[in-house]
């Protein structure tokens, strides 16, 4: 039984609640099944937690436009080919491995954070910091371009939905 959860599972993920929490959701099934049926069972479970995988989805990543930006911070290690992703998925799975890493960077970001959890906030809270930075920057830039094209103040109503999502 495979889980396909994802790095921001174990790690979260900038800019994406409901994606972050929903994979942490998805990392503790597995290990909820693992512990549960692991065993006895015969049922062997996997968690697999990748970081990007280059998808559709993740193809016009942008973080400063905010279009897909976690995905595109969280690419900051390399967008893996799908093909190498899912050699890597069946390696795990082949060898009976219940955390499944496509990125090998994953598991050192997880020990880090594991032996120093105050230190590892302070890195994602000033990543989170830069991130917020650049895509107010972007919306400025955005708001200006499109109050000099249209007359209308679109861009101004943009910055005041991420000023209240702050």
């Not at 990748?50 to 967008?79: F, I, K």
Request: hydrophobic share 45%; charged share 20%.
């Amino acid at each position: 039984f495979v889980v396909i959860a994802s790095a921001a599972g174990l790690l979260t993920q900038h800019g994406a609640f409901p994606y972050a929490v929903s994979k942490a959701a998805a990392v503790a099934v597995a290990r909820w099944l693992a512990v549960t049926y692991g065993r006895e069972s015969g049922i062997r479970i996997s968690c697999v937690c990748p970081q990007v995988v280059q998808t559709a989805m993740t193809a016009n990543a942008d973080p400063a436009r905010q279009v897909h930006a976690a995905s595109a911070l969280a690419g900051a290690d390399g967008a893996l080919h799908a093909d190498v992703a899912a050699e890597r998925i069946l390696e795990g799975v082949r060898e009976g491995r219940f955390m499944i890493y496509t990125h090998p960077s994953v598991p050192k970001y997880v020990d880090k954070m594991t032996k120093d959890p105050e230190g590892w906030l302070k890195v994602m809270q000033g990543l989170q910091v830069r991130f917020s930075a650049q895509a107010e920057r972007h919306q400025e830039d955005a708001a200006s371009v499109d109050q000099k094209t249209t007359g209308f103040g679109r861009g101004v109503q943009t910055a005041n939905v991420a000023t209240r999502l702050r």
